[in-house]
């Protein structure tokens, strides 16, 4: 989702339901009735809209924004009946309410993230900017491949060019470092709540199409993009060195985990954060002290 040069008012607003292809609103006539729409959703529309994805804490659904050519993401967290109802009211204000804030405030500092353009803390919904592409887990699990099959494919593996990635890493790096520069901490950094965001495409000349492309350049493509960050549920204001190298190891541990045949690259998007970040030198020197706690308590279980 490409931002506006202008992002719309923070304000209550009805919002038309966004605009999709048969192939992807088909499966969400199933899933409208799995679930019940949050109020704002309920309004006469075009077409109904998308459930993304359903998480512990809410919904995800993707819509539009006043018009069916803005599309725009609304996050709903439904009541809990394990909670007691003032409780759960005051919880879910309260955590809408910041994460709206924490957004706005990293979009005036230059931090890749959407923008805000609704939100009703006390109705239990925000909507921000739709980002076009695909999760950072997604992409560098496609350019990385399919597991090598024997020691000739994983040989093969070892030696291609891994500038691409690389690259990646390093845009990584940038765009936490300008997170942690503004005071806030995200809380569950992992490639899957990071998205990769297409440069705006470029007519293809005559030439390129005689020529076509090599399968390197084909293949490095998948990587171009700017990254934003997104979920921002669990985010929190904190100067803390301890806190930031922290969002740093939840990140580490999570990149191994997906994807363990590029982890020896994570040492670049650490390189690139303490070049972006001026305290990113003590950040990870504190990264080591919260590495040896993560070491003992696996050894203690």
Sequence with gaps: MDPSPQSPPTKKRKMATSTSTSTAAAPAVVQEHQFPLPPILTHPSASPPILITQGAEGRLYKTTFFSPDIPCALKYR?????????LDA?????????????????????????????????????????IEGAPVRVKINEWLGQRPKNEEEERSAAGQDH??????????????AGLHRTGVVHGDLTTSNMMLRPHTKKKTTTSEQTNGVSKEEEKAKLLEGDVVIIDFGLANQSQSDEDRATDLYVLERAFASTHPRAENLFEHLLESYKQSFKKGASVLHKLEDVRMRGRKRSMIG
């Design 163 to 176: 500038g691409p990635l690389i690259e990646l890493m390093k845009r990584i790096g940038a765009a936490i």
């Design 90 to 130: 005051r919880l879910t204000k309260a955590r809408l309410a910041f994460e709206a804030k924490v957004l706005e405030r990293c979009r005036r500092e230059g931090v890749p993230v959407p923008a805000v353009y609704a939100q009703n803390a006390a109705a239990g919904w925000i909507a921000v900017e739709w």
């Design 78 to 86: 439904p009541p809990k009946p394990y909670r007691h109802p003032v």
